[in-house]
């Protein structure tokens, strides 16, 4: 069964310094997504991409952020400058098409900000 | 009225009980809802879709009431691995995909 994968699992890093999270979305997949869990919290969307740019962002998804699809298989989440608050678990999600909203997750990378 | 709300739970139950959740949601125009599992530090993972009145998918049971804006999740014959978090999911209202999430409800399911 296809299915999104994610690296790093785990990533830890110093304050300022700038993080690029990978995911390599189903295959047939036209829209891509990320996704953030602040550890106890619920799970919050970031950003959505289809056709090469951002479809939407939400309030949380800021200058410091950034997507790419540099390729044909990877979508990238860059954060430019991290900081204390960015350390959660970062999910990236891809689903079919613009009729189905039914979005697969990725295992998530824990990115730890010291 | 939040977008997605849960009750936290947790639910305690034997093996073999019959659980239900429900949720509320504030947006009336949605027309899709999911139900999402998701285990500790791990991703939600897709359990069902509602698209129309309702789901069911073996001991899984889901309705929606659209004139109250709820929608429920039942389980019937509950086995020691569905205990996990119960995540209740409806699409923004901004059109694009966004998923808004509700906090999740925890089922422990005890033997």
């Known amino acids: 069964e296809p299915e999104v994968t994610q690296t790093p699992s785990h990533q830890v890093t110093q304050m300022g310094q700038e993080v690029i999270l990978r995911c390599v979305p189903i295959?047939?997949?036209?829209?891509f997504y990320w996704y953030r869990q602040i550890l106890g919290q619920k799970v919050e969307f970031l950003v959505s991409f289809y056709n090469n740019e951002i479809s939407e962002k939400s309030e949380i998804f800021d200058d410091q952020f950034s997507v790419e699809r540099p390729d044909g298989s990877n979508f990238t989440l860059k954060i430019r400058s991290t900081k204390l608050e960015d350390s959660a678990m970062y999910f990236c999600?891809?689903?079919?098409?613009?009729?189905?909203?039914?979005?697969?997750f990725g295992p998530g990378t824990r990115l730890t900000v010291t | 009225r939040k977008e997605v709300e849960q009750d936290p739970g947790p639910f305690n139950v034997p093996e073999g009980a019959t659980v239900a959740f429900n949720c509320t949601y504030s947006n009336s125009a949605s027309q899709s809802f999911f139900w999402y599992r998701q285990d500790c530090r791990k991703e939600p993972k897709l359990l069902m879709s509602v698209y129309s009145s309702g789901n069911e998918d073996g001991r899984f049971t889901a309705q929606l009431n659209r004139a109250s804006q709820y929608i429920s999740l039942l389980i019937r014959d509950s086995k020691l691995s569905d205990s996990a978090t119960y995540l209740c999911?409806?699409?923004?209202?901004?059109?694009?995909?966004?998923?808004?999430f509700g906090t999740g409800t925890r089922l422990l399911v005890s033997p």
């Open positions: 295959s047939n997949h036209l829209y």
């Open positions: 999911v409806v699409p923004g209202n901004t059109g694009f995909q966004k998923l808004v």
């Open positions: 999600a891809s689903s079919e098409g613009q009729e189905t909203y039914e979005q697969y």
